[in-house]
C-alpha cells in the first residue's frame, strides 16, 4: 500500500482483509467488482476477518446479534469491499467518490435498527475517505436472513477519477 488512502488505513490501524474464503462446496458465480469506465459497482459484501474469514458473530440483530455488534461488522464489511476493491483497481487513490450504497441487515422479526446498524459501514468509509468522497447515497433496509449468517451484507457503487 502506498497511496493517500492506504496510508490513512495505515494510520488508522486498520488492515484490508485477504480475499473471502467462501465455504467448502459452496459456488459463487458472480464478479465481485465490475469497472464500466469510470463506474465500479461492488457486489455484496459481508463482514471478514483479516484472514478473509466470514468474522462473528452471526445470526439476526435484534436476536442473536446486538445493534453494536453489526454496526462493528458493519465496519468490518467497509474494509473487506476496500480490500476488494484494491485487488481490482490498484491505487485506492482512483476512487473520486463514493456515489451509492445498499446495507442489509439480517434482522429479526420486529427489528427496525438498520439505521445505526449501516452507520458503521458509512462512519468507517467517510472516517478514511472524508466527507467529500466518503459521503454516499444510502438505504439500509431490513432482510429475514443473509448468506452464512452474516448480520450484515453492503453493495455498492464508486465513481472513478
Known sequence: MTGRVEQRIRDLGLVLPAPLQVPPGVNVPLAMIKVLGKRVLVSGHGPQEADGSIAQPLGQVGAEVTVEQAAEAARKVALAMLGTIQREIGDLDRIDCWVKVFGMVNSAPGFTGQTPVVNGFSEQII?????????????????????????????AELQLR
Open 127 to 155: 472516517e478514511i475517505f472524508g466527507d467529500e468522497c466518503g459521503l454516499a447515497t444510502r438505504s439500509a433496509v431490513g432482510m429475514a436472513g443473509l448468506p452464512f449468517g452474516i448480520p450484515v451484507e453492503v453493495e
